[in-house]
């Protein structure tokens, strides 16, 4: 089982460019999620699905989008990269929200020059 | 008040030791909790959900008291493999929003 598959692992960026991460999940998972954590800071949450074609800002959606085509794939974008966007990404998926714990791709390590 | 608040660590515990965190949440509504482990930047992994008043697996207790509104986690015998950092999950707080607590450190000494 594949789980939840994010890629790249690792990226480097210059400032003002703009990149999509990658978030796949095969266990029909309605809910998706994306966070980000920043060196001894827990987990913040940047913006989630609760199914395909439905979005939602989190607590710092700034300088991010997402969509939802597809049940399988919630990808992030960034729209102009900035150095305070350096930070590990993680995508998380469950079947719903309420009453099921979320399984977490291994994340993305994203540096901002 | 934060929606989620977790007891700030970090722990220093001998192996053996037993060792509780505490965790207290602001949304009276909610019905279910979990603890993830996470290890030195890597994903957080489930380690016990709580959907009534606790629930037990092996040397880990997690108790939920909802008149005061918080979770505990008790970690019995602890081992040098414990040592990580142990996040609070409140689904659904503050409407389709899961938040994590910020985290406690725990380190397991020899």
């Known amino acids: 089982n594949a789980g939840v598959t994010q890629t790249p692992k690792f990226q480097v960026l210059k400032t003002g460019q703009s990149m999509t991460l990658q978030c796949a999940q095969d266990?029909?998972?309605?809910?998706m999620s994306w966070y980000r954590q920043d060196p001894g800071m827990g987990l913040r949450l940047i913006h989630y699905?609760?199914?395909?074609?439905?979005?939602d800002q989190g607590e710092v959606p700034n300088g991010y989008n997402v969509s939802r085509s597809t049940t399988e794939d919630f990808p992030l974008r960034l729209l102009s990269a900035a150095p305070s966007q350096t930070s590990v990404y993680f995508c998380?998926?469950?079947?719903?929200?309420?009453?099921?714990?979320?399984?977490f791709g291994d994340g993305t390590r994203l540096s901002i020059l | 008040r934060k929606e989620v608040e977790q007891d700030p660590g970090p722990f220093n515990v001998p192996e053996g030791a037993t060792v509780a965190f505490n965790c207290t949440y602001s949304?009276?509504?909610?019905?279910?909790f979990f603890w993830y482990r996470q290890d030195c930047r890597k994903e957080p992994k489930l380690l016990m959900s709580?959907?009534?008043s606790g629930n037990e697996d092996g040397r880990f207790t997690a108790q939920l008291n909802r008149a005061s509104q918080y979770i505990s986690l008790l970690i019995r015998d602890s081992k040098l493999s414990d040592s990580a950092t142990y996040l609070c999950?409140?689904?659904?707080?503050?409407?389709?929003?899961?938040?994590f607590g910020a985290g406690t450190r725990l380190f397991v000494k020899a």
């Open positions: 998380a998926s469950s079947y719903s929200n309420r009453d099921q714990p979320q399984h």
């Open positions: 266990m029909n998972h309605e809910y």
């Open positions: 699905s609760v199914g395909a074609g439905i979005t």
């Open positions: 949304n009276s509504a909610s019905q279910s």
């Open positions: 709580v959907y009534s």
């Open positions: 999950v409140v689904p659904n707080t503050g409407g389709f929003k899961t938040i």
